[in-house]
């Protein structure tokens, strides 16, 4: 990480972007922590970081600090913006979806009712970069509609976002999630991937 970065005062958050060193893919994540340990030692939670943390240790990830915000919706909108920029420029990432607030689906809804200019040209990675700039107002209009979802719904969507990325193939023995089940009682964060014990680093993976 560029230990040179400074975060302004007033921020609540910041955009990052964690490098694979070896490996060549990217991801784009956001952070509401802002202390020193966390801005040096936070990667991202999602399956293939803690397998280059397991394997490899930090060095094996750079992190950069790419925006801070000063409100949530800020927070979400530049998440956002920024997985666009990176998708237009060919970068590898691991991200599956456009970032800003889970669940995926109630964003994709709220961007086709309120921004369905957006939502047309999804698919086209500089006209979809170039539209979340055009038409910003919209896009965080959607945002907050998203935000605004039930908690039925907010838990299911958010469940199959994470069956995409978490491995689900052993019971979980930090919550005791049984396997095929996503963690629901980590009471620190709702991604939390399924983690390992020591005996788990050298199974075989099955298939989902």
């Keep these: 990480m560029d230990h040179s970065v400074q975060i302004p005062a007033d921020a ?5 972007r964690t490098d694979a ?3 060549g893919w990217s991801y784009i994540g956001q952070s509401t922590r802002l202390d020193p340990k966390h801005l040096s030692g936070y990667f991202g939670s999602g399956e293939f ?16 600090i790419l925006a801070t915000a000063t409100s949530q919706l800020e927070l979400d909108y530049l998440e956002m913006l920024l997985i666009a920029e990176a998708r237009r420029d060919d970068r590898q990432l691991l991200n599956g979806d ?13 961007l086709w009712d309120v921004a369905p200019e957006v939502m047309r040209v999804a698919d086209n990675p500089k006209r979809f970069h170039r539209a979340l700039i055009k038409h910003r107002d919209m896009v965080e209009q959607a945002i907050l509609d998203a935000a605004s979802t039930s908690d039925d719904e907010f838990y299911a969507g958010l469940e199959r976002d994470l069956r995409a990325s978490q491995d689900l193939s052993y ?21 939390q991937p399924h983690r390992p014990t020591r005996n788990h680093s050298k199974r075989p993976q099955q298939a989902m």
């Design 49 to 64: 970081i803690r397998q280059v943390l397991d394997r490899r240790g930090p060095g094996g990830l750079d992190k950069h």
């Design 171 to 191: 019971p979980c023995p930090t919550c005791s999630s049984p396997a095929r089940e996503v963690c629901r009682t980590n009471s620190k964060s709702l991604t």
């Design 98 to 110: 456009f970032g800003g607030p889970r669940p995926f689906t109630a964003v994709q809804r709220a």
């Design 12 to 16: 609540m958050g910041y955009v990052f």
């Design 21 to 23: 060193v070896e490996d």
